[in-house]
Each structure stands twice: as structure tokens, then as C-alpha cells.
């Protein structure tokens, strides 16, 4: 376990050196950027919409009655939205969307000897190969959350106006009544957590794959399982020190 969180970490800093070309390493993120965002939005859409609804339908199962305001389930839905469902579920997602097919590709470089190559050149293989996947996982995770949160809350607005349970008025009082900023704050956090997981460990596991085609999949296999553990790890620990 030491060993390999001592290569994790050596791995890390060797990412983070100074470029000798800022040019190069500056299209790598852009490549990476449109790959892991625009790529990933299809699915994201999907789910948030659907989470959202349904998050919206079983609230006001549960708390809809003569005693309680028709508006908590806009509040309801709209704190385990922000807080949890689009974060976390998405970052459990994009493991598995993004995460293997970084650790695929990295380890098939590996094992195809580009990066024993790339480092006969000179190159700072680290750097050019896994810094820029970290940078675009940062960057685009939290730009993915922001739109699966929008996207959770039409989706419980759709939920309302196709069901009779709740209003759509009733619905919007409630997203609105209450508002802690706090929540944001922990979403943020968490979605640039998430981000730095999934790219990072993923990157890691291929970076150090060995053999051939079978030790790819397993490579890919591991960095998916790892990054959903840790995110639920970091899930639970960025929760309960902000909040």
C-alpha cells in the first residue's frame, strides 16, 4: 500500500513540473477539455433530468400531506440536488465514462512502448501525457455538476408538471424559500474533489500497467473501482467537515 501510494505521489509531482513547451501541453488540455466535457454531457443530461424527477415524485410521496406545505419538496429536492445527486452520482458516472478511458489509453501507450519512447526523447512523460487529463478533469467535472444541478431541478419541475402531487408555483416557492449559500460551497468542493479522483487515480493505474491487452482491461478495470471508492470516501469527509 505504501508503495503505491509512494509512486502515486512521485507520479503527481513528475505531472506538475515546469513544461518545457507551454504550447504543446496547452493543446493536450484543450483535446482533453472537449473530450472529457462535450463527450460526457449526453449522459449527463440524461441522468440528471431523470434523478431529478424522480427525486421530485418520491418527496412528495413521502412528505405531501394536510400538515405539511406542498413547498418542501422544492426544498427537499433542491438541497439533495445540489448536495448530493448531481456531484456524487454524476462523479460515480464519469468514473466510468471517464476514468477507464483514461486508464485504457495511457495503458495501452504503456504497453505498446510509446511512454519507453517518449522518455527516450527526452520527454517529460508525466507531464505531457497526464498532467493535461488532470487539469480537463478539474476543470470540466465542476462545469458537468453545474449542469446536471440545472438540469436535476428542470427535471423536478417537469416531474410537477406532469404529475398533480405538487404545483409547479408551489415547486418554485420552494427552491427559492430557505436558500443556504453553504450548499453551493460543498458542491463546488466536492465536484473539484471528484474531478482530481477520477482523473489521477485513473491515470496512475494505466500509467504502471504491464503486459499486454488483458492487463489494459484490468488497469481500466481498477482505476473505475478505486476512484468510486475514494469518491464516496471524500464524499463522506468534504461532508462532514463543511457541513
Request: with cysteine; aromatic share 8%; net charge neutral.
Amino acid at each position: 500500500m505504501f508503495h503505491s501510494l509512494g509512486r502515486y505521489i512521485l507520479l503527481l509531482w513528475l505531472s506538475f513540473r515546469k513544461p518545457e513547451k507551454f504550447k504543446v501541453y496547452w493543446a493536450e488540455v484543450m483535446r482533453e477539455m472537449v473530450s472529457q466535457g462535450i463527450g460526457s454531457l449526453g449522459i449527463i443530461v440524461i441522468i440528471s433530468v431523470f434523478i431529478g424527477a424522480v427525486a421530485t415524485i418520491q418527496t412528495a410521496f413521502q412528505l405531501v400531506s394536510d400538515l405539511v406545505p406542498r413547498s418542501v419538496v422544492g426544498g427537499i429536492t433542491r438541497d439533495s440536488t445540489i448536495l448530493e445527486f448531481s456531484p456524487t452520482i454524476s462523479a460515480l458516472v464519469l468514473a466510468g465514462r471517464i476514468g477507464s478511458s483514461i486508464a485504457s489509453q495511457i495503458g495501452t501507450m504503456r504497453v505498446t512502448e510509446q511512454i519507453d519512447a517518449l522518455e527516450i526523447m527526452g520527454v517529460n512523460t508525466p507531464g505531457y501525457i497526464v498532467s493535461p487529463k488532470i487539469i480537463s478533469g478539474v476543470s470540466m467535472v465542476p462545469l458537468l455538476v453545474i449542469v446536471s444541478v440545472l438540469l436535476g431541478l428542470g427535471g423536478g419541475y417537469l416531474a410537477c408538471a406532469v404529475s398533480n402531487t405538487v404545483s409547479t408555483a408551489d415547486y418554485l416557492s420552494g427552491l427559492t424559500d430557505g436558500f443556504n449559500t453553504v450548499i453551493v460551497t460543498v458542491c463546488a468542493v466536492k465536484s473539484l474533489a471528484f474531478g482530481f479522483i477520477i482523473t489521477s487515480i485513473c491515470a496512475y493505474q494505466g500509467f504502471y500497467t504491464s503486459g499486454g491487452a488483458l492487463e489494459v482491461g484490468q488497469a481500466a478495470t481498477r482505476g473505475v473501482v478505486y476512484s468510486c471508492i475514494m469518491i464516496l470516501f471524500a464524499d463522506l469527509i468534504i461532508s462532514k467537515v463543511l457541513l
